[in-house]
């Protein structure tokens, strides 16, 4: 019996040692097409901006893989699937059986088609590689343009202005973090990053990337962008966060069905049923849309890893669902949204204290929680992420109290919830 | 693996428990005389709130799925040990705040400044939690789960215990249960 995991994140970590904690015997393997033992990707703006040393984004030391008798083969991509056969297609032009198979290949940036975006000073974030290279840009370059106004955008604008450089952020939606915030709750984030320093244009698309000749070297050098309607914005290199896409490319051609996602069901099982997969490359069901999403946020991917990890191994555990989440510091400014932020059908709660950069939105439908923003004010943000995980119901929730700042447990039971 | 049970029936909300955590576990001079005049303000790992009928003494329930545990993307929180308390390293704290996203019972607290956050550790490396010493009536009983177990089947009171996954229950009392739960056993 052999157990083979495809990527070695926070997904495949954990599945691993879930698998290792019920089956001491059988082999486990794991391939990563990375150098490195598991690193956090989250903590990559950190590093860049020198807050957290290299040694420090190892999550797993070569020990954890001794230690539970893991097979690790870094460097090594799995660059097909055939789950009639049972096989794998190796980089290093071998071919392997596995029993059971856990796909946790994470997510790829998302590149838009921009003319001039294939250059080498345009640049993505998601491999410590990328946050090396990123890093030494930074040291030789003076002025980025982010394409883009999502978390990672904002977290690596944070740490590059820290280093010194001049920042331009380009942003599509109406607003900075649309995933994340409405248009409220945006509006006190932006004005606090505008007060840092930095140049955001929202409801704008790049339309050209410029180059021009460098003297140092063949290759052009990036000079500018060029965004509708024909205005240019110097800069030296150009970053792009328009989120991630699955990495499915293993699995094209293959019975193993693709959607947005690998739609997995309760067990974190594909449509083939011993092929697992599992994190930012799994479609899994959303609690409160009810609708299949792929949710690509560490906690869920370590989440959906473990029970991957148990099933695969034969013990039955089931994964009740995910939630949208994600939280956020940005220039001291605490962010956390869960679930839904906003929208007609629904009632919101909302207390907003703009001179303090304080923001709380609870998002109801009928008797149950449905989603939730805090800006400023973050403490019992996971109380209500724990309302939206259940989905209980709630009597009256006027009289909840979600809005009071000292918001906290003995409440929700003084309340009878 | 030894857990604080609490008996809510015995709690006068007096606040003794956090007093003396934030003495002893968060300030520079462990004296109460000085530490009130301590700038940062030193902080307690404990919290009593106010109920229906009497107080909750709420520290973390160290839930054995946890889901802060999941959701620390630096390895700062970790278990010494399978089922042991859960603990932070500040070293490798960062502040990104995704436990306090995800702690149902708000148990950890986000220090905005210092980008670290708090929570109770179970006092592991002393002898017994502070909280426990300091509970002048008695609510706050630390003891190893078998013994736990005794003492709820007595059925002598109200209690909060640690949090299991697979009873979804850490806090027993008809009010206040809580529907809590990441991945369960079917």
Redesign the interface.
């Known amino acids: 019996m052999r157990y083979v995991i495809i990527g070695n994140g926070?997904a495949g970590i954990?599945a691993a040692e879930a698998i290792r904690k019920v089956d001491k015997k059988n082999q486990i393997i794991i391939f990563s097409d990375e150098p490195y033992p598991a690193y956090?990707?989250?903590?990559l703006p950190?590093f860049i901006g020198q807050?957290?040393s290299k040694e420090?984004l190892f999550?797993r030391g070569q020990e954890f893989y001794e230690k539970n008798d893991i097979a690790l083969y870094l460097g090594t991509k799995v660059l097909k699937v055939n789950s009639i056969q049972n096989e794998l297609f190796l980089s290093n032009t071998r071919r392997l059986n596995y029993d059971k198979l856990l796909i946790a290949t994470g997510g790829l940036p998302k590149i838009p088609f921009i003319e001039g975006i294939d250059g080498n000073e345009v640049v993505t974030l998601r491999k410590l590689e990328d946050g090396e290279k990123i890093l030494s840009l930074a040291q030789k370059k003076k002025r980025v343009v982010f394409i883009g106004g999502g978390l990672i955008s904002l977290k690596l604008a944070e740490a590059l202005h820290s280093l010194g450089l001049d920042i331009s952020i380009i942003v599509s939606s109406n607003w900075i973090l649309s995933r994340m915030l409405d248009e409220t709750g945006a509006q006190i984030v932006q004005k606090h990053l505008f007060s840092q320093g930095l140049r955001i244009l929202t409801n704008q698309n790049v339309q050209r990337i410029l180059t021009e000749a460098n003297l140092e070297s063949k290759e052009r050098k990036i000079s500018g962008i060029i965004i509708e309607g024909g205005k240019r914005i110097s800069c030296d290199f150009v970053f792009i966060g328009k989120g991630v896409l699955p990495n499915t490319d293993l699995v094209q051609g293959d019975e193993i069905k693709i959607e947005g996602g690998i739609p997995v069901d309760e067990y974190m099982r594909t449509n083939v049923n011993n092929v697992f997969a599992a994190g930012d490359v799994a479609e899994t069901f959303d609690k409160v849309s009810k609708k299949s999403i792929v949710s690509a946020i560490?906690?869920m991917a370590?989440?959906q890893g473990?029970?991957a990890g148990?099933n695969m191994a034969g013990?039955?555990?089931?994964?009740?669902g995910s939630i949208r989440?994600?939280?956020?510091?940005l220039f001291?400014l605490?962010i956390?949204s869960?679930g839904l932020s906003g929208g007609k059908r629904y009632k919101e709660l909302i207390n907003i204290v703009p001179e303090e950069k304080k923001y709380r939105k609870i998002v109801v439908e009928k008797d149950r929680v449905k989603g939730a923003i805090f800006i400023g004010n973050?403490?019992?943000?996971?109380?209500i992420?724990?309302l939206i995980?259940?989905q209980?119901k709630l009597i009256d929730v006027d009289r909840l109290n979600f809005l009071s700042d000292h918001?906290?447990?003995?409440?929700?039971?003084?309340r009878?919830? | 693996m030894k857990e604080i049970l609490v008996n809510l029936d015995k709690c006068l909300g007096c606040k003794t428990c956090e007093l003396r955590c934030a003495v002893e576990r968060s300030s520079k001079s462990k004296s109460l005389y000085s530490a009130v005049r301590e700038n940062p303000k030193p902080l307690p790992r404990i919290d009593v709130q106010s109920i229906k009928d009497g107080y909750l003494p709420l520290q973390c329930r160290h839930c054995e799925e946890a889901p802060c545990l999941n959701a620390c993307p630096t390895g700062a929180l970790f278990r010494k040990e399978d089922n042991g308390p859960v603990i932070v390293d500040e070293n490798l704290c960062v502040g990104c705040w995704m436990c306090v996203m995800t702690c149902p019972f708000g148990a950890i607290t986000p220090l905005l400044e210092r980008k670290k956050i708090i929570k109770c550790d179970l006092c592991v490396n002393m002898e017994r939690p502070v909280c426990v010493d300091a509970c002048p009536t008695g609510a706050l009983v630390y003891c190893d789960t078998q013994s736990a177990k005794l003492i709820l089947e007595e059925k002598k009171g109200n209690f909060i215990q640690k949090v299991f996954s697979d009873t979804s229950e850490g806090i027993r009392r008809g009010l206040l249960k809580f529907d809590y739960k990441q991945g369960s056993s079917s």
């Open positions: 926070p954990n956090s990707r989250v903590l950190y807050k957290v420090k999550i560490w906690p370590c989440e473990k029970i148990y013990i039955r555990k089931s994964y009740r989440m994600n939280a956020v510091e001291g605490p956390v869960i973050i403490r019992a943000s996971g109380i992420a724990g995980n259940s209980k918001l906290c447990y003995g409440d929700l039971i003084r009878g919830v």
